[in-house]
């Protein structure tokens, strides 16, 4: 299909616009939740369970309760009834008895699990008397890792009988056939560490309650507002338009920030219970341990070949440490990897089983590329060592079976039991072409040369890969568009703003469709109460799905103020032509759009679509490795993407680059490290090591938008998450190729100087 | 994450802290830079009753060059450190090892006094002056007295200062102009607290021998190390690179360092070996 656009030229669209947002944020006049304050705020702190598993015997707040400044200290009886457990986003038949209560009742299932709230006058006072609260825990066997989990001897869910909740099926064609049929095959075993998505601002919310008219309204909101305000008003047993969700600004969301927390209902019970608004900021040390996590993932996975390197099947199983409780989304990157780790390559007969396993971890859920992350690691690892195996050239290979435009649209694995998107196809694209401008861009024939050579003690190595990205989640999106008395157009979208620079992405959709200037636009976002209904920000889906409702509201627009302009000039409707803001009649009269203001437009947009997008791309890396110490440095890496339609080119390359570097965190320093207790070993950001600004300087990228998504009137597709993708398989393969020399196999993240070090020196040692 | 009640006084001399350091009676603590105490508190991990900032107590701040040596003020800070041209050919292992110390922000607070009384392992100050021989002088209700760096380092995050004692400065005995020195750290990501650490200088006499070497290890043990085993392998010998092998081994070998969630305790073993050797490759290339 063809972009809708009906500008050739000097449109917003596909511009580098700098982003409205900024002017806001650089003078700072951001407005986060810690920001917000109410008269009579009380703060909350919560005491979360300090050890991983284990049966709750008492709780004694009495000494804390008499402490100054201490209003109340809120536990699991307080709570009338059944403990209420957190509703699924994307519900599956066998996940039921794993839903998280909001608070422990009998028994604590991770490290960090809430089981009192203490209110007090500040957030000092609720943190001084957690200290003064006694919790008399029972200790019970922890289980954390794979092995003890999926034996089922300590079970986290008596009643259930069994520690895995989910085994999902990825399945296409006939793989046994296919591996029974083929020259060749390579298999092994592969490790995803355990991460978060860390974004910059911490979780937050301030929660009010009005007694007269009973409605509770939660400020901090993120990512889906509209879904959790439903899951608020059901847990609370309130009618759905009792409940407001407020958006701020918000500093980073990634997938982790803005799902339904046990936390988010406590806060809100507190200021309803007590009639004092309630606010909480999460501290780093609690973001830690509460927030999801994600990519806890090891995998026994093998390819087939025909001798010629043609891919025939794809075999294997997935097993995903889960954490304690099926959170939300817990179950995405399950189902994610075990139907996208075939990724952008032809492969014709699939059969995975993906293992959802519990384990007295914090609960994960889902982070930028769920999944696929982990999916593309394995596949591109596989990749290369077939390569070596066949003795086919690294690019070679990956020719012979990236996706071509003519096989569109491309179907992946089926993946059951259903949580609603059992079938998916890639939309639209033609594979090679990202591939080979990475390929020239990288001067990969020149840098050929390098393979494995070793320079100033340090061993130069180079590696490509491909992925593909899921965007525009359904189902729909709206945005309401009203004409405002200062003549401005308010645009009120659905969609979350995260971050990611929404306003300036829709302004200039609307304005290119208005044919105004973008600073005639005015956007409101994310909060319940500017719409009835509406989705968020999430699965890369802002730009194509609130976007494609902006078209639809604007095309209401121009027919209202047509509609006006022709009453206004006593003429029909099929008289006036409107362009940049004047309706004019054939015979030169005119109104222009303020004149109208008196007669009102307001009007409703939306977007139904069930069918993802597809981008997809390829990477480039090229590492040095310090045999001495450990350490890779990133010495060039390149990424290309066809995102079917570029909005922003700014916004996007920061997207794309803040993803690889983001992906870089991955590979080589993030980790949530648990020790045997169940105790998490990193309470602080000394601990966790994301990237810093200094220290991937080098991240080139190119936007493609030769083949637009059929699936949208903008022919745009997702593009939030694409470039974290490849990064695990990508530098993995580049340091396996500097490394060459000593057979290593970076099979295990993260890429630590000390494990680098550790594979080098055992190799060594086996020579 | 939020700092646990506490009392703050920011007297404007020395007695007067000691008299408050004295009435708090060991629960009071003297603050510099508060780079690395202040987090520890916001962990809950340490809850003074009363804080006595140094800041106002004038004439802690002083860096001198003289024929002693170098005297760094308790209150210098790193900045100053790294902007102090002088420094760069009196003692230039001091701001090369500065360098390496966290990030711009922390480098413009965190004091020359407050890191040696934290006296933490994984940090830059207490090797060097551990390796450098340094002096530090302290005042307490009992009066002054000096303590060699050796004897200042117990225990991790542990001193042999009493309650009521104030770092006042730290004498850096002078280097000959001929010495040889090196320093090589290493840390996940540039700022972080190094998984190993090592400063090295020796001495050449007049026939091309290394003398008084001096080889001091971070982050590989419970206190700054010495490491003389690897310094005796030096003394004597001329630098080459038989030499510099011999003394990477006996490095390795002298240390017994943890494991932690950053890195096995058998990198860090090979890690000190490696550093040394480059610290020891610089120290001989450099123009004397």
Known sequence: MKPASHHAQNTYIGGHIERVEDYRFLRGEGQYLDDVSRPGQWHAAFLRSPIAHGRIRKIDASAALVMAGVHAVVTANDIEGDIPTIPFRRPNPTIGPYAQPIIAREKVRYFGEPVAMVLAESAELAEDALAAIVLDIETLPPVIEREAAMSDKVLLFEDVKTNVPTVFNADKGDADAAFAAADYVIRDTFYTQRQTALPMETRGLLAEWDAKLGKLSVSGAAKLPFFNRKAMAKMMKLPEEAVDYIELDVGGGFGARGEFYPEDYLVAFGARKFGHPVKWIEDRREHLMAIGHSRECSSDVELAFRKDGVILGMRGSLYINIGAYVRPNGMTPVRNAAQFMSGPYRVPAIHLDAYAFVSNKTPAGTYRGPGRYEGCFFIERLMDQAAAGLGIDRLEIRRRNLLTHTEMPYPLATVLPSDGRAETQCDSGHHLEPFELVVHDSKWAEKSALQGTLIDGRYHGIAIGSFIEGGASGPQENVRMELHADGKVGLYAGSSAIGQGLETILSQIAADYLELPMDRIVVFHGSTTYLKEGWGSFGSRATVMGGSAVLDAAKKFLAAFRTHAAARLGVTIEEVTVSEGVARTADGRSVPLSEVIADGINVDGSFKNQTPTYTYGSSFAHVAVDAGTGHVEIVDYVVADDVGRIINSMTLHGQVMGAAVQGFGSVFSEELVYNDEGQLMVGSLADYLVPLASDYPVVRCHSLENWPSPTNPLGAKGAGEGGIIPVGGVVANAVANALSSFGVKPNVLPLSPSRVWEMIEDARAKV | ?288
């Open chain 2, 1 to 288: 994450m939020k700092l646990p009640h506490f009392e703050y006084e920011a007297p404007g001399t020395l007695d007067e802290a000691i008299a408050l350091l004295v009435a708090g009676d060991g629960m009071a603590r003297p603050i510099a830079g508060g780079q690395s105490f202040v987090p520890v508190m916001a962990f809950r991990l340490a809850e003074p009753s009363m804080l006595v900032d140094l800041r106002n107590i004038p004439g802690l701040n002083k860096i001198e060059i003289g024929a002693e040596g170098v005297r760094l003020g308790a209150m210098v800070r790193w900045r100053d450190i790294l902007d102090h041209a002088g420094l760069k050919t009196a003692l230039a292992l001091l701001p090369e090892a500065i360098e390496h110390v966290a990030h711009y922000q922390i480098r413009n607070r965190g004091t020359v006094g407050g890191s040696l009384a934290h006296a933490d392992p994984a940090a830059e100050m207490p090797t060097i002056a551990l390796t450098c021989d340094a002096v530090i002088d302290v005042v307490g209700a009992k009066g002054k007295r000096s303590i060699r760096a050796g004897d200042l380092f117990i225990g991790p995050l542990m001193t042999s200062l009493e309650s009521d004692e104030i770092i006042v400065s730290v004498l850096l005995p002078a280097w000959p102009a001929t010495r040889r020195w090196g320093f090589q750290e290493f840390s996940r990501r540039r700022g972080d607290f190094a998984l190993a650490g090592v400063a090295a200088f020796y001495d050449v006499d007049a026939s091309g021998l290394a003398q008084n070497a001096h080889i001091g290890a971070i982050s590989v043990g419970d206190t700054p190390l010495r490491l003389t085993k690897a310094e005796a392998v030096l003394n004597g010998r001329k630098i080459d690179d038989a030499t510099i092998a011999d003394a990477t081994a006996a490095a390795s070998a002298e240390v017994d360092p943890n494991g932690d969630i950053h890195a096995s305790a058998r990198y860090r073993k090979a890690l000190v070996g490696t550093l040394l050797s480059r610290a020891l490759n610089a120290a001989a290339n450099r123009k004397a």
